[in-house]
């Protein structure tokens, strides 16, 4: 029932990023560099989703430290997956991309060291969750540190900006009209990508609770049932 | 509930995990009571008690200890009136006797001669130089009813009230405990012996509810 | 009891278990030393080298390894030592802060013990030293802060000792970013201002987290 | 010392630092027998049984445990005959009961199917999924019990033998004595209550020395 | 039970334990990651100067850093557990063998973990890589045993976490010496075999220690 529900969102999702590839395939290549300047159309978008996520997440994590509903925690831990993903997914693509552009895979940029940080900061959190086994206390110290991290990943941008000042302007403004659309198309695509992809953990999330939910109703039993009388004490003389 | 009870919860659940450890607990304890809680292993005697401390948060039902609604920020204001001695020793291994009793007093801002003074009263006066990693279980838990002393609770919650204290030592745990009951207080013994409790009226824990005991 | 008479028993607690075992002062320090001496010999020696890398090395070292005076046995208590404590109705908030000041106050020794020896090893170029009276102070309360949220975070976890570290480094880059460009900064004769402001803000923001995550954080521990 | 005792001690000191805990400890304990072992707190019971069970090496005088001389490599080849259970649980507590079971198991050189018997018998057939950190102190007392049924000891060594175990539980300390006893083992159980203790004859740890009680 | 049978049984439940907190893959070798990230941050981007520390500030991570793989939970008893397996009748020497093997096993894969990254941020020379088949491993199997024995000499001291980096690290330099020399060279074309011979010798004669330590080392811990 729900999947029919949520098809018609699914079956945007697959237009729109069936468009944003066909226009990353033909839009007229970047006149300096050729063909690999369409691996921008998934570095970018991704990068953007990885923010994007990581908000949320922040979000869900604000959410359940005042309403202590899991459904919020389920959403920040869902969204910090998605968005360690893209984050990953943003940094392989940069690093293929730069490998032809700048001669290596890494270069010191903000920007570059930014997301790698990125990457770690929440590595850390679902490490952190993975470590926690009980979902209350799970959720509170995790809403804790998705609060920390996102306040503090600011501090983070802007001190590695500070450092380099010389980095490079964005050149997102500068790029040719087909090539923006193109790339404004990709970041459309992949953000609908991120809803069905949120959407489908979240109903995972949901699901395995569920079904949590239903095997503890069938074996319900309380903790104590579960210890017996001893059967070596029945028979004292054996 | 009319207001006057030292504890009073009303069908608490929790669950922790995929476990129910309690369920539809009812409970309550007036002025001056002194009650046994029974029940066997795993039954959740000492996680009843430390929800009952306000340490650990129901996942259902509702409650209040020392007229603060568990589960709310008012517990903070009523902590420093309860002593629970669980089952691990509340002691920092590396400093003495004396100096764990003493920083009990200091935390809670009294001064040293209490600590000294009740150390004394549990019969580790001449011990109270010995690091606690040094010293033998009954020990422990003797520096463990010190801290009863120092602090006067109005709540007295004792897990396994009499374990590990030898012949000369049990006599206190009911010193101390008709002390809370006598200026007030509520007192509540785990064990497993019923007989070796003095107390008015014992419950037991089972199937993760509170029942009478006869 | 005051707020502050309850801080000030937390961090005195703190630093007389610490005191007890003298971890910091006989054994991360000199383990501290020991990385600042082998790092030489894994990237070569060349003197030059060495004191155009030294500063940067010092805080390396002083971040990654003040790791072990955050995970030092005396900060971490068990649960029934945190029972006690919050039953003694300690306010999270206080207890928050005295535990800061006291790893702060280690990490700041760690600091200046290392502070010899990269000299004696390195030979950096020491013009605009009375700086340091500020800059390792920020730097210490900032480590302090954020290896006390970590801390807490990860609390009566069995992993701890490997997670507090994987959650503080990540964002330790600031405190690393404002040490080492401020260093530099001096070196070069150059305003250092903007990085003593960073090195602040991120103390008043990790303060600001910290004691408001208090309540909660001491809820999540059971 | 007639060859035959499972342990003898003669004349057994300990010093740890500058505290004298034994002195002149005399003990001897033959096949078939089941001793108690008392003594107030702090008296040196844990630290006795630590020697017996050659864990713990005094510093004066001599014994022999299972034919093993204290002090010497002779007691790496008998140790696997020594049970003792502690004041601490000797389980790993990310694992969960049923593997640490398994563990004893399988490091003594016994298959598995003798560890899952073992824990039904203790009563812990349901629980054998339960991590070791979740469990409540009586089944993990309970699960060292288990230990003793595996490894079928000849030498069974209980500290604070009755210690957190509930009502049901607390007859399986006699079977399990009484079936080491009857395999021509010999058993020493630690008490502050005499009066439980199912023994032939008790000794009493007093101002570092064994003395029998009447 | 034989011995080898111990010996396996043993690293069976190191790594069974390690396995149910994944300690190392979860948190120790993102630490690790992390920290290769932040160094130039602190010593200065410059391409070719990384390209030419790299591979020694790779080796430092890995022993600085190995040192949280030695020190994690899984790795640690208590004295119960420690009385039930020497109750047990294990040998000690196959307990050491058994505990090296493990926490070998588990360096190892911190120290492929590492590589990776190390090869995209550094861009180090890659010239004759297949000897890192021997390389690391023989470095992983160097850092078990002394990891293993220094905890065993620091075993049951409350501060270990601390003590036990201050007794590996000066240990590790011949180590740290081989692996680095050995990767130099590569890099020159030049010959390293001296340097396998040096790593070999070093695991040889801890190994040797080791188990000849086993049994007076279980005595003296009590
Ligand atoms: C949050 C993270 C990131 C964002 C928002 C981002 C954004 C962008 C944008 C908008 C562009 C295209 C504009 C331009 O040509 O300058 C770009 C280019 C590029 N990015 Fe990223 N990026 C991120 C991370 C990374 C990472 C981690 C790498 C890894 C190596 C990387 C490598 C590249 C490369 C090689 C280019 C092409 C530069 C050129 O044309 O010279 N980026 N990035
Ligand atoms: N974190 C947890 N997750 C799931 N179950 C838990 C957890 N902690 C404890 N339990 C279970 O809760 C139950 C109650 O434990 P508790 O320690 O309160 O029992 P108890 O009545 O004090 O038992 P005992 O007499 O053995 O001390 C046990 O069955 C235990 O397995
Ligand atoms: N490492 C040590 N250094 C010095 N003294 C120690 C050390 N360990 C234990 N002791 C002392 O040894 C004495 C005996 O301790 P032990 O635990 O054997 O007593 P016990 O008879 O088991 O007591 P209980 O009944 O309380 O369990 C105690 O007084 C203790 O303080
Ligand atoms: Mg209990
Ligand atoms: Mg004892």
Known sequence: MTIVRNRWLEIVTVAIIGVSLFRSMTVVADVTQGDVQRIMYVHVPSAWLAFLAFMVTMVGSAAWLRTKDQRWDRLAASSAEIGVVFTGLAIVAGMIWAKPVWGQFWTWEPRLVTTALLFFIYLGYLALRRAVIDPVQRARRAAIMGIVAAVQIPIVYYSVNWWRSLHQPSSARSIDTPLRITLLLGVVAFTFAYAVLLRRRLELARLEEELDAKRFEQSQSVAGADITAPSLASHPHD | MNGHEIVYLDDVGLRLGNTIILREAKLSLGPGEKVGLLGPNGSGKTTLLRIIATLLQPTSGSGAVLGAEIGTQDVYEIRNRIVMVGHLPGLWPELTLGENTELVARLSGRSPEVAADALAQVGLARASERRADQSSKGMLRRAELARALILEPTLLLLDEAHAGLDAEAIGMVDTIANRVVAGGGAVMLVSHEPDRLNVHRSVQLVDGTLEMVS | ?222
């Open chain 3, 1 to 222: 009891m005051t707020f502050w008479r309850q801080v000030y028993e937390v961090a005195r607690k703190d630093l007389l278990v610490e005191s007890r075992t003298a971890e910091v002062a006989l054994m991360t320090a000199p383990f501290g030393a020991a990385a600042l001496i082998l790092i030489p010999l894994a990237i070569g020696t060349d003197a030059p080298l060495l004191s155009q890398l030294g500063p940067g090395l010092y805080w390396i070292v002083v971040l990654l390894f003040g790791m072990l005076v955050i995970l030092r046995k005396s900060a971490v208590d068990g649960q029934a030592q945190r029972d006690l404590v919050r039953l003694l109705g300690i306010e999270p908030a206080a207890a928050f802060a005295g535990a800061t000041a006291a790893t702060s106050a280690l990490v700041l020794f760690f600091e200046v013990a290392l502070g010899p020896i990269l000299i004696a090893l390195y030979n950096p170029e020491l013009r605009g030293w009375p700086w340091l009276f500020v800059i390792l102070p920020l730097v210490a309360i900032g480590m302090g802060l954020l290896g006390t949220i970590a801390s807490g975070v990860t609390t009566s976890i069995g992993t701890r000792t490997s997670l507090t570290p994987l959650l503080i480094v990540p964002l330790s880059l600031p405190l690393l970013m404002g040490a080492t460009q401020a260093l530099e900064g001096l070196r070069l004769g150059r305003g250092i201002v903007p990085w003593l402001i960073l090195l602040f803000a991120v103390d008043l923001a990790l303060a600001v987290s910290g004691v408001l995550a208090a309540r909660p954080l001491e809820e999540a521990v059971t």
